[in-house]
């Protein structure tokens, strides 16, 4: 797919049909950016990536392998942002990105996890997934021993988002100094987003871009570690089902996708997390629209608080008057949320 069939399809979607609104919403598109797929493109595609200075650091972890972080400085004690990207993506995302242009007008720390194997191969056969929450545990409490900031906030986007939630869950009322967080777009249900994911038109747009990436990189892998993985059904891969199975299950220890996604889907841990966290989800997200979301889960919790919009797309909320300079409404929406 080109980046002119990704414009056209933007013009294609200025008008959007109006759906129910479940809660309180405060996003409103951009007149020139409006529905779920151009939302979803313009935010993947064309939105604007500040240049922001930041320290990479390699770390060795205990298990043998390293994680690639990307450092935000500045003043010692101030609080500390943890970003968590999504799929087959980094820390360069431009909605990363922009969160540290953010982070950084207010005066606070940031670092972006970015997932093993995201720009070269890791050294174990494991790879990050959906569920995989060690390296961010790592990550926390490495802050916390080397006295980096004693107040700790997380953001997650997508997969990311996921992460984050079922990291939550798991802890419980453990690690207190992570305060609060926010959870943009998240597929709460693995295996409903794989579905969505895996017919029409995501399937044709979405999941055929993200497989490209993700497939070249499980090759690699394949070439260290012979036997892995079936090399023929990986190159062959076009859902999402089929690439949990053979790669993201096989490698990491699971029977098969279906227990990939039980065991890592965050839906199973939303009624632990005992912090304030923000969800923020677009009801017409082609990942996870509004039929497959955990509303009555959600609202069980005192904890959850919901910011669920009409349009926004998937990683998209692009909100703005002027064509193709979009508002930082998503960043300040989360930053004012960890402050209040």
Aim: glycine share 6%.
């Amino acid at each position: 797919m080109t980046r002119r069939f990704f414009f056209l399809l933007i013009i294609s979607h200025l008008i959007t049909a109006p759906v129910h609104a479940y809660a309180y919403e405060s996003f409103k598109p951009a007149w020139w950016c409006r529905g779920a797929h151009a939302q979803t493109i313009y935010g993947g595609l064309f939105r604007p990536a500040p240049n922001i200075a930041l320290r990479r650091e390699r770390v060795e972890i205990p298990d043998g392998d390293f994680l690639d972080l990307d450092w935000l400085d500045s003043k010692e004690k101030s609080p500390m942002v943890i970003i968590l990207h999504g799929l087959g993506s980094s820390s360069k995302a431009p909605y990363a990105l922009s969160l540290f242009r953010e982070i950084q007008n207010r005066g606070w720390q940031a670092v972006a996890l970015n997932a093993r194997g995201v720009r070269e191969p890791n050294r174990l056969s494991e790879t990050s997934h959906g569920g995989q929450t060690k390296d961010l545990n790592w990550l926390i409490h490495r802050i916390l021993d080397e006295k980096k900031a004693d107040k700790i906030f997380l953001v997650g986007y997508s997969i990311g988002g996921n992460q984050t939630l079922k990291w939550l869950g798991e802890q419980g009322t453990n690690v207190p100094e992570v305060e609060k967080a926010a959870a943009v777009s998240t597929p709460y249900n693995l295996e409903a987003a794989v579905h969505n994911l895996d017919k029409g038109f995501e399937r044709e747009v979405y999941t055929r871009a993200m497989l490209k990436g993700l497939k070249a990189t499980a090759l690699q892998k394949e070439k260290l570690f012979p036997g892995t993985m079936d090399r023929e059904k990986v190159k062959n891969a076009n859902t999402f089902t089929v690439y949990d199975r053979e790669v993201t299950a096989r490698v990491n220890g699971f029977k098969d996708e279906k227990d990939y996604w039980s065991k890592s889907s965050s839906v199973h841990f939303l009624n632990q997390i005992q912090r304030p966290v923000l969800l923020i989800h677009a009801q017409n997200d082609p990942f996870l629209p509004l039929r497959d979301l955990p509303l009555e889960e959600i609202k069980k919790s005192s904890w959850l608080q919901w910011l669920l919009t009409q349009d926004g797309g998937h990683l998209g909320f692009v909100s703005g008057s002027c064509p193709f300079r979009p508002d930082p409404w998503l960043e300040k929406t989360i930053l004012d949320f960890f402050l209040n």
